[in-house]
Nanobody, 120 residues
Framework: QMQLVESGGGLVQAGGSLRVSCVAS????????MGWYRQAPGKQRELVEA???????NYADSAKGRFTIYRDNAKNTVYLQMNSLEPEDTEVYYC??????????????WGQGTQDTVSP
């Protein structure tokens, strides 16, 4: 089906920026929506931002005004630009995609996650 590969995570100091990318490949007809989640150890995975054909939507109040999701449909890639990072943003970031298979059924795929660490 679909493979999602994230990149761009790493270590940054508080106040800095990171941009993570997620490229979709494999077998799919159309991607409906793509999103970024994050998860800290021992906590539930949280939806941060998502983007559909109608545009982006912020879901995490803590990211509002600091994180921006955008998508390059020609490259089947979604990005999450993270600015003014805080140590509390230290989590594993996962991308997901909701898509249609050429045979008509809808499915969801997940990336493997990328660790973002913000030092004080």
């Amino acid at each position: 089906q679909m493979q999602l590969v994230e990149s761009g995570g790493g270590l940054v100091q508080a106040g800095g920026s990171l941009r993570v990318s997620c490229v979709a490949s494999g077998t799919f007809f159309r991607i409906n929506a793509m999103g970024w989640y994050r998860q800290a150890p021992g906590k539930q995975r949280e939806l941060v931002e998502a983007i559909t054909t109608d545009g982006p939507t912020n879901y995490a109040d803590s990211a509002k005004g600091r994180f921006t999701i955008y998508r390059d449909n020609a490259k089947n890639t979604v990005y999450l630009q993270m600015n003014s990072l805080e140590p509390e943003d230290t989590e594993v970031y996962y991308c997901d995609a909701d898509a249609f298979h050429p045979s008509g059924y809808e499915f969801q795929s997940w990336g493997q996650g990328t660790q973002d660490t913000v030092s004080p």
